[in-house]
């Protein structure tokens, strides 16, 4: 089923791309909640391009990793020992640009209800972001965090978030 159709913005400014990402995002966030036989569908804050998610030379696929590809639910919520495991991830990679209570400093804020990019507010556009990267110093960490493991840091920044139960 195709989204709905995405403005066009001149590619030349930032600020339209952002304006683009932004909508992106929302029909990203809209069609999260759908059938889930439905895949999602993982796009570029950016532009709503979608990007390929394969794994790396010597990466595993795990059956959490297989299920969330496959229905855009994150398994790993809840689960003490992935949320043990994605704070230790979290203090690594993460929590020096948005604080250790991922409130952020450089970086945005991960809690709450307002996102630089809306398609965060789902865990399939936060992993999106955080595989394909994002402005500023947000870079793809594709190639240095397993996909797996970004699933274990989204768990944990869920559960940290006192409004994750309405996400």
Known sequence: MPGPAMPVFS?????????????????????????????PVFTHPFDGAPIDTPLKAGEKS??????????????????????????????????????????????????????????TATDAGMFAVVYAGASGAMQSFAGRIPQDDILKIIAYVRSVDKQAGAR
């Open 62 to 119: 795990t059956p959490a990793l297989e299920k969330f590809k496959e229905t855009g639910e994150n398994p790993y919520r809840g689960q003490p020992d992935a949320l043990a495991a994605g704070k230790k991830l979290y203090d690594e990679w993460c929590q020096v640009c948005h604080a250790a209570d991922a409130t952020g400093k450089m970086g945005p804020s991960l809690v709450g209800n307002k996102h630089v990019y809306a398609q």
């Open 11 to 39: 590619p030349r400014s930032r600020a339209a791309r952002c304006a683009h990402g932004l909508l992106a995002g929302v029909a990203v966030t809209a069609f999260a909640g759908a059938a889930l036989a439905e895949k």
